[in-house]
């Protein structure tokens, strides 16, 4: 963990390390089938979790869902492509036969302790996410992140630097390649908080113990996705990392209390 505040209070969080539950545990056994439903944030919130990991899409008509694919075709009992629906029309889909596509602000007012890691699916979300961020001023609840450089940059220049948000793909390779924490700074001119990386790209090892350290002498947190095995969470909590996402819920909180690690719910 970083030993100073990284001045963003979503990442000022006073335990060991941050237990991200992706996309609400989606392979929990008591939840599979239920990926981002109110269902199954509430199951990992009952757990302990203080920090959801979702995913954001946008209807045709504006409004922000908790929702991973393009389409519903996968997790629902409807086809469709998101962005061409109206939330009237998303909102007769059903996740695991029996629950609901939440909107990213019911989830907010649901959980008003929590805070949300949120990964943008679709450029045309990016105002729409701004403007609800703004409307609940959860500021310091979000952490915002994408594969596409575009929307990042857009989202960063319309909340005005005020919300946290994680490194983009090319971010990432400056932290990757550059042999020093000042040089990889300078290239992404300060504006990642986090770098949120895979452990493996099949054969390349991204998590390296030197990724680690450039990443913390610059003030960035690291964060790895998605890692259900408890061997694997052991070797890269002690690699120093400072957040883990999981499918896997029940194994991540067994790992992290194994180790003093876990905060427990008050």
Excluded: C
Aim: hydrophobic share 40%.
């Amino acid at each position: 963990m970083i030993d100073r505040p990284t001045g963003r209070p979503f990442l000022d969080d006073p335990g060991p390390v941050l237990a991200f539950a992706h996309r609400g545990g989606a392979y929990h056994p008591e939840i599979v089938h239920l990926e981002n439903t109110l269902a199954a944030f509430s199951h990992a919130v009952g757990l302990g979790y203080r920090y959801l990991e979702t995913d954001v899409h946008v209807t045709s008509d504006g409004v922000l869902l908790a929702f991973h694919d393009t389409v519903l075709d996968r997790v629902t009992d409807v086809r469709g492509v998101l962005a061409d629906m109206t939330y009237a029309e998303v909102q007769r889909a059903q996740i695991g036969g029996r629950e609901a596509i939440p909107t990213l602000a019911r989830l907010m007012e649901s959980f008003p302790e929590v805070r949300f890691n949120i990964d943008l699916k679709a450029a045309g979300a990016v105002p729409a996410l701004v403007a609800l961020i703004d409307e609940h001023q959860a500021w310091d609840r979000v952490l915002v992140g994408s594969f596409s450089r575009r929307s990042i940059n857009d989202f960063r220049r319309l909340s005005r630097g005020r919300v946290a948000t994680s490194a983009h793909p090319l971010e990432v390779v400056a932290y990757l390649l550059s042999p020093s924490a000042r040089l990889a700074r300078r290239l992404t001119r300060g504006r990642p908080d986090a770098l949120q990386i895979p452990h493996r790209r099949g054969p390349l090892t991204v998590t390296t113990r030197g990724v680690v350290r450039r990443a913390h002498a610059a003030g960035l947190h690291v964060h790895v996705w998605t890692i259900d095995d408890p061997a694997e969470m052991r070797a890269l909590l002690e690699r120093g990392v400072d957040g883990l996402m999981t499918d896997r819920t029940d194994i991540l909180r067994d790992v992290l209390r194994e180790g003093g690690r876990w905060r427990e719910p008050e």
